[in-house]
């Protein structure tokens, strides 16, 4: 009788250690997360403080990217996850096992404050087309040609730069306009706007683990606080 017991009692204490590491594993440790530039400066600052606030034993290491680096960082394990834009449709699953939907980021004109189109509610883009048009070939490149063939528009950027800073010195000194994700809304100085861009077309940014492996449990805590209480783009 008093080995049964003594029995129970180590399978017992056996099973609150077990928890023990599971929590641990779940709520603590390091993450490696990928995202663009835009992502890292509009979306990033709101969500690391949130996790600090909810998750204060996971540390999560912020590894900065083309969309197309941080694709290939997270496939190649290099990073254990990603904010990815447009992500296969059997990323983001309703059932808790797939990645969660950050935010549904629609895209502007960038242009200055003194452009004849900047107090408009919003810009067709056949109306910019006698502005020379900057952009950066990263992954809103497509999103931007894709409102130009959804308006019937010849695509013709005539300068392309790579860092978004760049992007907004130009536009700021008059050398042209420029078409940006919502996300962006937070970098951009105050003597450019941000006006609605029509035809409307908008992309889904998720954070999400590797698709061909395992996702972390820390991942999958970052993934489930969101999925709980999204905080959301910054205004």
């Known amino acids: 009788m008093v080995l049964s017991h003594a029995r129970a009692a180590l399978a017992g ?6 928890v023990a590491a599971r929590h641990r594993a779940t709520s603590g440790g390091t993450v490696r997360l ?6 890292c400066q509009g979306l990033l600052p709101a969500l690391l403080r949130e996790w600090s606030e909810r998750l204060p034993a996971l540390q999560v290491r912020v590894f900065e990217g083309s969309g197309e680096e941080t694709e290939a960082w997270l496939a190649g394990a290099a990073a254990d996850a ?16 797939g990645g969660a939907l950050l935010v549904t980021d629609p895209f502007h004109a960038l242009l200055p404050q003194d452009h004849p189109l900047a107090g408009e509610e919003s810009v067709h883009v056949a109306d910019l087309a006698d502005d020379p048009l900057v952009l950066s070939p990263n992954g809103c490149e497509r999103h931007v040609r894709t409102i130009h063939r959804l308006a ?13 800073g760049t992007l907004l010195s130009m536009v700021q000194a008059g050398l042209g306009v420029s078409i940006l994700p919502e996300v962006s ?4 100085p105050d003597d450019l706007v941000l006006v609605p861009v029509t035809p409307h077309h908008s992309r889904e ?3 999400c683990g590797p698709r061909d492996r395992p996702w972390l ?19």
Request: proline share 13%; hydrophobic share 40%.
């Open 34 to 39: 990928a995202a663009t530039p835009t992502v």
């Open 217 to 235: 449990p820390a991942v999958r805590a970052l993934v489930d606080s969101v999925a709980r209480g999204n905080p959301g783009p910054p205004r």
């Open 13 to 18: 204490a056996d099973a609150v250690v077990d």
């Open 152 to 164: 019937g528009e010849e695509y013709t950027p005539a300068h392309r730069v790579r860092d978004l």
């Open 205 to 207: 940014l998720v954070l």
């Open 185 to 188: 809304r937070s970098v951009v």
């Open 82 to 97: 990603a904010i990815v834009a447009d992500p296969p449709p059997d990323t983001v699953r309703g059932d808790g096992h």
